[in-house]
């Protein structure tokens, strides 16, 4: 390498002085490999510095003479050298490991180099992180970054399909995550903040890293803590790398084999440009197999049952993803180096669900615990056929400049993301009127003795409910929908190195300034007509392979429905007014700027290292939305506005008590804003009543009912107090032991509420009694809607009127409070037999609590109490094999009612893999997931009542890796 790379990766390390400084690079014997996280020392100073992902350090301040430096990096052993500083400074490089070729050094890949690797940087950060290493990514049979995620202390996923698609960091809410690809926040495709991280391949990253506590150079807008997504850099590789992947995918439910393919490419040249470029493919095949209630109740009873709907779903998915990325390096001079990062990922998610639903089950009664029996009436069979497609796209140029004292960065951003659902069409087809016109078609009984699989019995029913020719069009439904999130972003940090008092010093400022655009466009139509399901559009009468405790049909079939779209048929007749409502009261545009700046300083103080700054951040969103009347045909533009500072200060403490033992403690102070959808200004408002005829003959109304959704703009961001501790030790060259504590007191976290108004309660007092706004109840629920289409007496004072509003409110303080165990141990230090075995695992226990507007006390909002991953791999010779299990506890999903809030079970993953190098460069493998056929349960209040139930079956994977 030469002097001149060596003064521009050393750039990356930090901030230099120029004079009276030591700098270099730590690899390995080809001088292709570099090491980030190993802890270069001065003996004679006690000055210590970590090396960079390009294995790059740089030590400043440090008076002319002759010293001792060593650099401890876990996996290997210490090496030290006698360095002579001039007044002017001088560079020193530094090999670990043996003189191998690079495919051959244990420490650079395989098992042990991904453990060491991530071992280094968590040892040597000065917050609370953890970290996935390169090589870490590859090692278990993860499709998505939400799956290689699920294996870091204290996280866990939500999945979709089988597949994880959200990430939650110590059980908290995946809303409350933010995420990064490479240093630049990820928009969410949908109405969320929660990040959609199944769309992204790990194939295309080289690294993962999650701050759990914060400095002030680090968006504050997350409770839980900040993923960043690194992706591959030249550098990372001195000289051409090439990797080839291929790999098949079979899923015992589908019984097809998906393809998978993945290429990355790099190379420096002239030890100043770098370029890497990385490419990936996936067509996978997926069967789901599905049963879901819609609710439960007494009805005056003691025993609950099923007393809305129960539905069986089979869902045909092909998901296809395209992923690219493209990086450029370039050492412009001795003093600056650019960047160019680029990422995009396409994912098209095609779909076919069919759906049979049993309706309207509070007609029947419970006749046991485990048992109800229901004189059906109706009962629809849907299909829906969408196809959906997903983007994410990152770029973002910028750099890195050292001019004397001073080293600058700066940055500039563009990412999008976009969610186009606008090839979907849902049709339902009805049986109605069963008990009228069939008498003698008898009862069906549920039996859910083992809640998430009922059985259903009564021959006569099911025999008129299984026949299609029993089924007339209820509604098709067409829907274009497009969500699209868009921010521009630039930021700059400035930093100094200095002594003060003979303490090493480094300050450092910057500002940031985020502009985002997140937009919701709803396009439907609804249409019926008298059109006969068995007019050729049944297909299947049963699906041939279910896997639940009962049949269920296959029709009707969404190729055949095809026909319908489009008005394809002239029996059909659209439906104006739902067709409007449906198209505007989700409609809406929020812009969100947020400006931000920092000031921290990072004083290294003997044995500690104390990072502290404040960090600012003014937040200014503009909200429109419509509001809609059931019937009128006309919505209201809604337009509102908030703004809100808040200081945000931070406190990360690391102290080095020498015999490998290392303490931290942090505070620092977060700021998560509401989500999109829950801020949107839209509403729906659905006034009903009923009427009966008096003694005379004339309707009378007897029952007014107004029902309200709506967003809330008014709320507030939810901010927290965070506290850690955490204690660390490092006994062998590649083992560690760690507990950590932690403590978040939560303000204005956001839950969805129901409100009903008292029938003593009048309509005025109910309203203000709404934690929403006055004006945007007096304003944007009711005003430039014409007043006709909602009587007078509707909402009027009377005791009849009833009034419900579903909405989104700030709840009061919650607290959330956990401990952290992990320990990963190179077994064959305990016991030679076991060389080669290496075990990792950690625990996570957390306890939450929030108290909602009414004052009932419910766990915080999707907050695991346990989560746990355990690992054993083997690796020696040629072979790599390994086992792993991941455990995620219950959390509370959705608030419904005391007693019947929706909860996710507990869920246990098993996943196992085997490798084998045939050569240095080629190397095949054989992977399952999902090796016990574990399900997907969701319940209401209590295990034993249904909410969803789902199953994936097992998945095998075959493949083979070339590396050169």
């Given at each position: 390498m030469t002097s001149a790379s060596v003064l521009a990766l050393s750039l990356a390390a930090g901030p230099a002085s120029?004079?009276?400084?030591?700098?270099?690079?730590?690899?390995?014997?080809?001088?292709?490999?570099?090491?980030?996280?190993?802890?270069?020392?001065?003996?004679?100073?006690?000055?210590?510095?970590?090396?960079?992902?390009?294995?790059?350090?740089?030590?400043?301040?440090?008076?002319?003479?002759?010293?001792?430096?060593?650099?401890?990096?876990?996996?290997?052993?210490?090496?030290?050298?006698?360095?002579?500083?001039?007044?002017?400074?001088?560079?020193?490089?530094?090999?670990?490991?043996?003189?191998?070729?690079?495919?051959?050094?244990?420490?650079?890949?395989?098992?042990?180099?991904?453990?060491?690797?991530?071992?280094?940087?968590?040892?040597?950060?000065?917050?609370?992180?953890?970290?996935?290493?390169?090589?870490?990514?590859?090692?278990?049979?993860?499709?998505?970054?939400?799956?290689?995620?699920?294996?870091?202390?204290?996280?866990?996923?939500?999945?979709?399909?089988?597949?994880?698609?959200?990430?939650?960091?110590?059980?908290?809410?995946?809303?409350?995550?933010?995420?990064?690809?490479?240093?630049?926040?990820?928009?969410?495709?949908?109405d969320r903040r929660g990040v959609l991280l199944d769309g992204v391949p790990s194939d295309?990253?080289?690294?993962?890293?999650?701050?759990?506590?914060?400095?002030?150079?680090?968006?504050?807008?997350?409770?839980?803590?900040?993923?960043?997504?690194?992706?591959?850099?030249?550098?990372?590789?001195?000289?051409?790398?090439?990797?080839?992947?291929?790999?098949?995918?079979?899923?015992?439910?589908?019984?097809?084999?998906?393809?998978?393919?993945?290429?990355?490419?790099?190379?420096?040249?002239?030890?100043r440009l770098g370029i890497a470029l990385s490419g990936n493919y996936q067509n996978l095949a997926l069967e789901v197999h599905n049963n879901e209630a819609g609710g439960w109740g007494l009805e005056g009873g003691t025993e609950y049952f099923l007393n809305d709907d129960y539905e069986s779903r089979r869902y045909d998915l092909t998901r296809e993803r395209i992923g690219f990325v493209g990086n450029i390096d370039l050492e412009a001079t001795d003093t600056t180096r650019l960047y160019l990062r680029t990422l995009f990922?396409?994912?098209?998610?095609?779909?076919?669900?069919?759906?049979?639903?049993?309706?309207?089950?509070?007609?029947?009664?419970?006749?046991?615990?485990?048992?109800?029996?229901?004189?059906?009436?109706?009962?629809?069979?849907?299909?829906?056929?969408?196809?959906?497609?997903?983007?994410?796209?990152?770029?973002?140029?910028?750099?890195?400049?050292?001019?004397?004292?001073?080293?600058?960065?700066?940055?500039?951003?563009?990412?999008?993301?976009?969610?186009?659902?606008?090839d979907n069409h849902d049709v339902t087809f009805r049986f109605k009127d069963i008990q009228d016109d069939f008498p003698l078609a008898g009862n069906i009984v549920f039996d859910t003795a083992t809640p998430e699989r009922p059985v259903i019995a009564g021959d006569r029913a099911l025999a008129l409910i299984f026949d299609p020719a029993n089924y007339r069009l209820d509604e098709l439904e067409e829907e274009k929908t497009i969500n699209r999130d868009r921010e521009y972003n630039g930021r700059i940090n400035i930093a100094r190195n200095s002594l003060v008092g003979g303490t090493p010093v480094t300050w450092k400022a910057g500002a940031k300034y985020r502009d985002r655009e997140k937009t919701r466009d709803v396009n439907k139509t609804f249409s019926e007509g008298k059109i006969d399901l068995d007019d050729g559009f049944v297909g299947d009468l049963f699906i041939d392979n279910w896997r639940l405790a009962h049949r269920t049909p296959g029709f009707p079939d969404g190729d055949l429905t095809e026909s319908l779209r489009n008005g394809g048929n002239p029996a059909l007749e659209v439906n104006d007014d739902a067709t409007f409502l449906e198209s505007h009261v989700e409609d809406f545009v929020i812009g969100e700027k947020i400006f931000a700046a920092y000031a921290m300083g990072t004083l290294e103080l003997g044995r500690a290292t104390i990072v502290a700054g404040a960090r600012l951040e003014d937040t200014n969103v503009d909200m429109t939305g419509f509001a809609a009347i059931d019937g009128d045909n006309s919505a209201a533009t809604r337009e509102f506005s908030r703004s809100y500072t808040h200081i945000l200060p931070s406190l990360n403490l690391k102290y080095d008590f020498g015999d490998k033992w290392i303490g931290r403690a942090a505070y620092y102070t977060s700021v998560v804003r509401p989500a999109f959808g829950e801020l949107a200004p839209g509403a729906l408002?659905?006034?009903?009543?009923?009427?009966?005829e008096d003694d005379n003959g004339n309707d009378v109304v007897v029952q007014q009912k107004v029902e309200i959704v709506t967003g809330n703009p008014d709320l507030d961001p939810l901010t927290a107090d965070n506290f850690d501790l955490a204690l660390e030790f490092y006994p062998t060259?590649?083992?560690?032991?760690?507990?950590?504590?932690?403590?978040?007191?939560?303000?204005?976290?956001?839950?969805?509420?129901?409100?009903?108004?008292?029938?003593?309660?009048?309509?005025?007092?109910?309203?203000?009694?709404?934690?929403?706004?006055?004006?945007?109840?007096?304003?944007?629920?009711?005003?430039?809607?014409?007043?006709?289409?909602?009587?007078?007496?509707?909402?009027?004072?009377?005791?009849?009127?009833?009034?419900?509003?579903?909405?989104?409110?700030?709840?009061?303080?919650?607290?959330?409070?956990?401990?952290?165990?992990?320990?990963?141990?190179?077994?064959?230090?305990?016991?030679?037999?076991?060389?080669?075995?290496?075990?990792?695992?950690?625990?996570?226990?957390?306890?939450?609590?929030?108290?909602?507007?009414?004052?009932?006390?419910?766990?915080?909002?999707?907050?695991?109490?346990?989560?746990?991953?355990?690992?054993?791999?083997?690796?020696?010779?040629?072979?790599?094999?390994?086992?792993?299990?991941?455990?995620?506890?219950?959390?509370?999903?959705?608030?419904?009612?005391?007693?019947?809030?929706?909860?996710?079970?507990?869920?246990?993953?098993?996943?196992?893999?085997?490798?084998?190098?045939?050569?240095?460069?080629?190397?095949?493998?054989?992977?399952?997931?999902?090796?016990?056929?574990?399900?997907?349960?969701?319940?209401?209040?209590?295990?034993?009542?249904?909410?969803?139930?789902?199953?994936?079956?097992?998945?095998?994977?075959?493949?083979?890796?070339?590396?050169?």
């Open positions: 120029g004079a009276q400084s030591l700098s270099g690079v730590v690899t390995d014997a080809t001088g292709n490999a570099p090491f980030e996280g190993a802890i270069v020392t001065i003996k004679e100073l006690g000055r210590s510095v970590a090396t960079n992902r390009f294995g790059a350090y740089a030590i400043n301040n440090i008076p002319s003479g002759h010293y001792t430096v060593t650099v401890d990096y876990v996996g290997a052993d210490i090496v030290s050298g006698a360095v002579t500083v001039p007044a002017d400074g001088t560079t020193q490089n530094f090999v670990l490991g043996e003189d191998v070729e690079y495919t051959d050094n244990i420490i650079v890949v395989g098992t042990r180099a991904a453990q060491a690797g991530a071992i280094n940087q968590q040892r040597a950060a000065d917050s609370i992180i953890s970290v996935i290493d390169s090589d870490g990514l590859g090692n278990f049979p993860d499709t998505t970054a939400a799956d290689a995620l699920a294996r870091v202390v204290g996280l866990s996923v939500e999945t979709d399909q089988g597949e994880g698609r959200y990430v939650s960091i110590r059980g908290i809410n995946t809303d409350l995550v933010s995420a990064s690809i490479n240093g630049v926040r990820t928009p969410s495709p949908e295309l990253l080289d690294g993962i890293e999650v701050r759990k506590s914060l400095t002030p150079d680090v968006d504050a807008d997350s409770l839980g803590g900040v993923i960043n997504l690194k992706t591959i850099s030249a550098f990372d590789r001195k000289g051409q790398f090439l990797r080839l992947k291929a790999e098949g995918r079979y899923n015992e439910i589908t019984g097809e084999v998906s393809p998978k393919g993945t290429i990355t490419y790099s190379n420096v040249f002239n030890d990922n396409n994912y098209e998610d095609d779909e076919i669900r069919n759906k049979f639903e049993y309706r309207d089950l509070d007609d029947g009664e419970a006749t046991s615990s485990t048992s109800s029996e229901v004189p059906i009436n109706e009962v629809d069979a849907e299909v829906r056929k969408r196809r959906e497609i997903r983007q994410i796209q990152s770029y973002a140029v910028g750099g890195v400049t050292e001019t004397g004292p001073w080293y600058l960065d700066y940055e500039a951003s563009y990412a999008f993301a976009e969610e186009d659902d606008t408002i659905e006034p009903d009543e009923s009427e009966e060259q590649l083992s560690v032991i760690s507990i950590g504590a932690f403590y978040k007191s939560v303000s204005s976290a956001t839950f969805g509420q129901r409100f009903e108004r008292d029938g003593d309660e009048s309509v005025a007092n109910f309203l203000e009694r709404l934690p929403i706004d006055p004006g945007f109840i007096d304003s944007g629920l009711l005003a430039d809607i014409d007043p006709a289409s909602v009587p007078a007496e509707l909402m009027s004072d009377v005791e009849a009127t009833e009034i419900v509003v579903d909405t989104f409110v700030n709840v009061s303080d919650s607290d959330i409070s956990g401990i952290e165990f992990n320990y990963v141990q190179d077994l064959s230090e305990l016991d030679e037999r076991l060389d080669g075995f290496l075990f990792s695992g950690n625990l996570t226990l957390t306890e939450s609590e929030a108290t909602l507007p009414d004052g009932r006390k419910v766990p915080f909002l999707k907050q695991s109490g346990t989560v746990w991953n355990a690992a054993l791999a083997y690796e020696k010779g040629p072979w790599d094999l390994r086992v792993s299990a991941n455990y995620r506890g219950d959390y509370l999903d959705e608030l419904v009612e005391e007693n019947l809030d929706r909860y996710a079970d507990n869920r246990l993953l098993v996943e196992a893999s085997a490798k084998f190098d045939i050569s240095k460069n080629f190397q095949i493998c054989l992977e399952g997931k999902n090796l016990t056929d574990a399900p997907e349960y969701y319940y209401f209040g209590d295990r034993s009542r249904l909410s969803q139930y789902d199953e994936f079956g097992r998945t095998f994977i075959f493949g083979g890796r070339y590396t050169y």
